[in-house]
């Protein structure tokens, strides 16, 4: 079985500041990784995905996230946050478990950009 | 632009009644989900369909039901027999086969609640 934790449920930064959503997955086999946004009553943007290579992946938006296998980690990052950065924030881990690659989501994290 | 149109945006449900969602995608994908979101809880997997003619259930299957005739078209029931469904339902596509890696898109999601 494979899970997903994020442990924050709402982070508050100032705008400009730097910000860390963090996020850990258990997994017995192999693991793609993303990163999803949700603004109010929409669905779910794909910010970024971690598929294989570099541990370093770019996304949208100006954000980026770092895979760190041995701490079953994979940590949003953005170096300097805006306003239209407010939103809710969901990693997700895709691993294949009986028959199909299942998604398991993480239960969010609530980033609020203070001005 | 491909996509995934979800309607109605909102529904109300009556006691005793059975709604249907409908979930409408031209991304060409062979695989549809219906996620259920609470506050709180990230999404969590009604069903799943990874081919036309075939559906499995996911984590909460129970007081839904499911159809999946054409390959662009995955509707949800929502029967009298699920005493809570007040929620938010997103319905979800993808690759499967040699692109199962690749992440799901979204639709815009419906906001489902009691009268």
């Known amino acids: 079985a494979q899970s997903v934790t994020q442990l924050d449920s709402q982070v508050p930064v100032f705008e400009e500041a730097p910000v860390e959503l963090r996020c850990n997955y258990s997994?017995?086999?192999?693991?793609?990784l993303f990163w999803y946004v949700q603004y109010p009553n929409q669905g779910l943007q794909l910010l970024l995905k971690?598929?294989?290579?570099?541990?370093l992946v770019k996304g949208i938006n100006g954000f980026e996230a770092e895979f760190n296998k041995s701490q079953t980690s994979f940590h949003l990052r953005k170096p300097s946050v805006h306003i239209s950065d407010t939103a809710e924030y969901f990693c997700?881990?895709?691993?294949?478990?009986?028959?199909?690659?299942?998604?398991?989501f993480g239960t969010g994290t609530k980033l609020q950009v203070i001005p | 632009d491909g996509g995934i149109t979800q309607s109605p945006k909102y529904l109300f449900r009556k006691e005793g009644q059975n709604v249907t969602l409908s979930c409408e995608q031209n991304l060409n994908h062979d695989a549809m989900y219906w996620y259920r979101q609470d506050p709180g809880q990230g999404l969590r997997l009604i069903y799943y369909s990874q081919i036309v003619n075939d559906f499995q259930k996911g984590d909460i299957a129970e007081g839904y039901s499911v159809s999946r005739e054409k390959k662009e078209s995955f509707p949800l029931t929502v029967t009298s027999a699920q005493k809570n469904p007040t929620a938010f339902y997103l319905c979800?596509?993808?690759?499967?086969?040699?692109?199962?890696?690749?992440?799901?898109?979204f639709g815009d999601g419906t906001r489902l609640s009691i009268l």
């Open positions: 997700a881990v895709k691993a294949y478990s009986g028959g199909y690659q299942k998604v398991t």
């Open positions: 971690y598929l294989s290579g570099s541990t």
């Open positions: 997994s017995s086999v192999s693991v793609y």
């Open positions: 979800a596509s993808s690759y499967r086969g040699g692109r199962s890696n690749q992440p799901q898109h």
